[in-house]
DNA sequence: CGTTAGATCTCCT
DNA sequence: GGAGATCTAACGT
């Protein structure tokens, strides 16, 4: 696998999270590709990071390229990529993969074998890969983390993201066009 | 197909 | 006290 390039999360997170459909993530080899992707960011009311700094979201505040893990709704993880560090509370959220190694791993750790619905969600996508609390902060350029960036061509549509009752209209969620394992269908705006 | 309730963490008012 | 970047099972159509 090839080293991510230097500077590659310090971004805005819109176009991080546009980058980020077609790369590759693993946990300890298990992982696959990204495609479905929302972006954050820090004058965003819909972000953790809106009100300052708390105990939960400091990662937010932290390096570029590490990774900010919260607690969603009592019982779900969600892991994020910090980006575009000059201010801070910025990030990506990972809602998404196309598994592709260590199938059999996530399907033990999610209770079913369906391929489309391993890693379909942002709470789905941590379980499948094993990740909690306690990878929050961590650099996700390094063990036991990996990134590959996307080769090739490929087409990314974009949309309003999901779940969120601030900014509802600005589309910043991200998805690999017509992949089979989105959390959900792209809402796309009427031509 | 659709909608709904319930799981119970973290932060804000 | 209540809302929230979620998910599942259960139930109605």
Redesign the pocket.
């Known amino acids: 696998m090839q080293p991510i390039p230097a500077g590659f999360f310090q971004a805005d997170a819109v176009s991080l999270a546009r980058r980020l459909i077609g790369a590759e993530l693993y946990v300890e080899g298990v992982g696959g590709r990204i495609v479905e992707t929302?972006a954050?960011r820090a004058d965003?009311p819909?972000?953790?990071?809106f009100?300052?700094p708390?105990?939960?979201?400091?990662a937010?505040f932290g390096p570029v390229g590490h990774v900010?893990v919260?607690?969603?709704?009592?019982?779900?993880w969600?892991?994020?990529i910090v980006c575009d560090g000059a201010s801070g509370g910025s990030?990506?959220?990972l809602?998404?993969l196309e598994p592709l190694a260590g199938l059999e791993a996530m399907a033990a750790r999610?209770?079913?074998d369906d391929p489309r619905?391993l890693c379909?969600?942002?709470?789905?996508?941590?379980?499948a890969l094993g990740i909690d609390?306690t990878h929050d902060a961590m650099p996700i350029d390094a063990p036991p983390f990996a990134v590959v960036p996307a080769s090739g061509t490929h087409r990314v549509e974009h949309g309003p993201?999901?779940?969120?009752?601030?900014a509802v209209d600005e589309p910043w969620r991200f998805c690999l066009a017509g992949s089979a394992f989105l959390?959900?269908p792209l809402r796309r705006a009427p031509d």
């Open positions: 929302e954050y965003d819909a972000s953790h990071s009100r300052g708390s105990p939960r979201n400091r937010m900010y919260y607690r969603s709704y009592g019982l779900h969600c892991l994020n990030a990506v959220l809602r998404a999610r209770g079913l619905r379909a969600g942002p709470g789905r996508l941590t379980q609390g993201r999901i779940g969120i009752t601030k959390s959900r």
